[in-house]
């Protein structure tokens, strides 16, 4: 499973990507207003930082609700680097452009999914990645990972192309079942990454381990 972190903070981006296991970005316009980036020259410029720091894909989400403005805005996107992918909203007009940019050879991101339904009429569109959201359906008490579970077993039917991009995964149990479910990616906050390195065994082990080998060379030299 790839890892993408979902943030446009570039001291945590700095941070996955220094762990070396981190294989891509997500970004969203809430993430970035939260980083206050502002302007559409700055947010370009974001982004082709953000390129600069991780080599892998980048989601840069459109504005636009209409085709038109939507393709416009993704093209002008997909210039700033080669690993910008365009992410689309799962509307009407969203899936029309997914369908637009794939026949041009771009990469998508279709956003805001929470049915299997829209997950396959991303697929059917040529989306690059599917982004069901599973920490916002366990907010209204619908099972998120049972989606991932369904559209995994819907794209597999059909050998659909189609990457399931986990989203708005929450924390790192999230991270598991996203594996055991067969998510192709997921995307966290930083927190949710590094609580998979925590086990007390493993502290305890190393401490002792480092108390012994201390104890053993104690006297030399
Ligand atoms: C990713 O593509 C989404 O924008 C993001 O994961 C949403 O997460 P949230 O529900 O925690 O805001």
New binding site residues.
Partial sequence: MKFFI?TANLDQIIQAQSLGILDGV???P??MAKEGIKGEQNIKAHYKQICQIVNGPV?A?VISTDFEGIAREGEALAEIDPNIVI?VPMIPEGVRAIKYFSTKGLKT?C?LVFSAGQALLAAKAGATYV?P?I??LD?ISYDGLQLIEQIRLIYDNYGFGTQI?A????HTLHIIKCAEAGADVM???LSSIMGLFNHPLTDIGLKKFLEDYHKSQQGIG
């Fill in positions: 979902d997500t970004t969203n809430s993430l989601s989400e992410k991101n956003t982004s959201f920490g916002r907010d991009l989203a708005s995964v929450r995307t966290g906050p």
